[in-house]
């Protein structure tokens, strides 16, 4: 399974990425290098959007990658996604796990080695860390050290994704401390899709 949980993991957003031309450009990632996809809608229901993570499912399976879905379990299991990500206000792990019992399940633990331990003990499949910097889609998150990247992975023997604020003129800090994943939005998916993934590539010595 850690095997696709490595490299740029894009992570769509609902400004940038729309659901009427989500598909489109999540495509074009995809052409371009883009190994994981995390669909994150947090203003409509599962109803609504299961098309749309349906084509996308479709759509990563075809190019190899992995689908992940925000905090949407049901979903998740519905549409037998790839993947479920979900955060510290979202449902727990046990639950989820519960619902969503054979895929992947990917947990964010902020600037917490402790987190991300208790959840490798309950069965999380990578952890995620942020913001490391400022991030234009989570502008109220908290910044914290890189360092926590090389005490995550001597703490845990899962895939650990960095994530928050990440674009192509900091990447390589971040590359530097040699994450499983390095996980971007804005740094994808505003702009120009294939011009931003080959400065970002450049940034990670790719």
């Known amino acids: 399974m850690s095997t696709?949980?490595?490299?740029?993991?894009?992570?769509?957003?609902?400004?940038?990425?729309?659901?009427?031309?989500?598909?489109?450009?999540v495509q074009t990632a995809l052409?371009?290098?883009?190994?994981?996809?995390?669909y994150r809608?947090?203003?409509?229901?599962?109803t609504e959007v299961e098309m749309v993570c349906r084509e996308l499912q479709a759509l990563c399976k075809k190019y190899k990658a992995t689908f992940i879905i925000d905090d949407r379990p049901h979903l998740a299991q519905k549409i037998q996604a790839d993947g479920l990500h979900?955060?510290?206000d979202d449902m727990n792990l046990k639950e989820a796990?519960?619902?969503?019992?054979?895929?992947?399940?990917?947990?964010?633990?902020?600037g917490s080695t402790r987190l991300a331990k208790e959840a490798e003990s309950e069965g999380a499949d990578y952890v995620a860390f942020g913001s490391f910097f400022h991030s234009p889609t989570k502008p109220k998150s908290g910044i914290i050290s890189t360092n926590v990247i090389e005490k995550a992975k001597k703490s845990v023997d899962i895939p650990v994704c960095?994530?928050?604020?990440?674009?192509?003129?900091?990447?390589?800090?971040?590359a530097l401390k040699q994450p499983d994943m390095i996980s971007v939005v804005s740094a994808v998916f505003d702009g120009d899709i294939e011009e931003n993934l080959i400065q970002l590539k450049k940034g990670m010595k790719i």
């Open 4 to 25: 696709r949980l490595e490299g740029i993991y894009a992570i769509t957003d609902e400004v940038l990425t729309p659901d009427e031309t989500v598909v489109k450009q």
């Open 41 to 46: 809608n947090k203003s409509v229901d599962d």
């Open 86 to 88: 979900i955060g510290k």
């Open 31 to 38: 052409k371009h290098g883009v190994k994981i996809i995390q």
């Open 97 to 110: 796990r519960e619902i969503y019992p054979e895929g992947i399940i990917g947990v964010s633990c902020y």
């Open 162 to 174: 960095a994530i928050g604020g990440i674009n192509s003129s900091n990447i390589h800090h971040i």
